[in-house]
């Protein structure tokens, strides 16, 4: 191989672009392989035009795609998507790909991308149950069981916990909306709770350094974060760096399901029959409502900063990306659901 050859699973998201331009800057001179179920798509390929990335034909629930995509690698980046597949598939495709990445034998490093386990941390209150985030939560569990290697062979593991993309501020959910006068309104059943924003770049720095350092990082879990923030500071911050006017405006789920044009969708575009959007995230916003993460001392701030000076404020990220709540497409969902500014129904 001509440097680590590292796979990335859902590198066409927005997450999984981030992890790959973090990978391919990298000082540990990776290459990066990249399963798509669409390869060809005009989108994926304006992507990853002169990234050098080698991009394979397959999917996350294909394992025989899989294994044929991990030949050669040196690690996995696992990155499942709750919003195409029900939560009892997406638990089942990670442990089948763990099971198939110990067969691979030039496989070093397996990096599960997750979500804290809120239905564990709340003493299994069904308040807390979303499906896209509990799923991940549950592998979490299994893995933790699993022998991980430290030696130069054999396989180990790691598992990144992330926080809510700040990016879904440009092109999300939380996302303000833009007045005839020009006020930004963030309408958010957040109350006095605060949001576990990660910025994507950040993430993808966490992640090579992961990457970088395997030994170091052998069955650990890394909760990341890139600050917690309330709403009123969402928008005094953007007041702050834009000069445009934005509040903050309380509502409740219910009155922000009700703006949701897609909230009776299914929240997994595979199973039409399971739970909607808005069932889904009704159980999601409770816990940034109640601050959990934050009260819980899920995250090490300091210690985060040690591992990465640079770790982004919601102020730096403003500037960084010019941002003055314009929208702007992100998550690779919306994109491929044309959902936007404007819709109404999809």
């Not at 981030?18 to 990978?23: D, F, G, M, Q, T």
């Not at 304006?46 to 690690?75: H, N, P």
């Not at 397996?110 to 069904?126: A, M, R």
Request: glycine share 10%.
């Amino acid at each position: 191989m001509s440097g680590k050859r590292i796979l990335v699973i859902g590198g066409t998201g927005a997450q999984g672009f981030a992890v790959v331009k973090a990978l391919l800057t990298s000082n540990s001179a990776f290459t990066v392989r990249v399963l798509s179920r669409n390869p060809d798509a005009e989108y994926v390929q304006k992507r990853f035009k002169d990234t050098g990335v080698e991009l394979v034909k397959g999917s996350f629930m294909d394992f025989d795609s899989v294994e044929a995509a991990l030949q050669d690698c040196y690690g996995v980046f696992v990155n499942t998507d709750g919003f195409t597949v029900k939560e009892s598939d997406e638990i089942w495709a990670a442990i089948r790909i763990w099971e198939i990445a110990n067969t691979i034998p030039t496989l070093r490093h397996f990096l599960w991308s997750s979500i804290d386990y809120y239905l564990k941390l709340t003493g299994f209150d069904h308040k807390y149950a979303a499906h896209h985030t509990n799923a991940k939560g549950r592998v979490n569990d299994y893995l933790g069981a699993q022998i991980t290697s430290k030696s130069d062979n054999g396989l180990a593991w790691t598992i990144i916990n992330t926080g809510a993309y700040t990016e879904q501020l440009q092109g999300g959910f939380f996302a303000p909306e833009i007045k005839a006068d020009g006020t930004r309104v963030f309408s958010l059943p957040l109350g006095d709770g605060h949001l576990p924003l990660m910025t994507l770049p950040d993430m993808g720095v966490f992640t090579e350094k992961i990457f970088s350092d395997r030994k170091a990082w052998s069955g650990k879990t890394l909760n990341i974060v890139s600050e917690f923030v309330t709403g009123q500071q969402i928008a005094e911050t953007l007041t702050k760096v834009a000069g445009v006017k934005a509040i903050y405006q309380n509502i409740s789920i219910e009155e922000w399901l009700g703006k949701l044009p897609y909230a009776d969708a299914p929240v997994a575009s595979a199973d039409p029959e399971g739970i909607t959007i808005g069932e889904n995230f009704a159980m999601w916003w409770p816990g940034f409502q109640d601050s959990l993460l934050l009260k819980l001392g899920t995250r090490d701030i300091p210690a985060l900063k040690r591992i990465y000076p640079g770790l982004t404020s919601l102020e730096q990220w403003m500037i960084n990306e010019k941002y003055d709540g314009t929208p702007k497409p992100v998550l690779k969902g919306f994109i491929d659901g044309n959902i936007g500014p404007g819709t109404t129904k999809v």
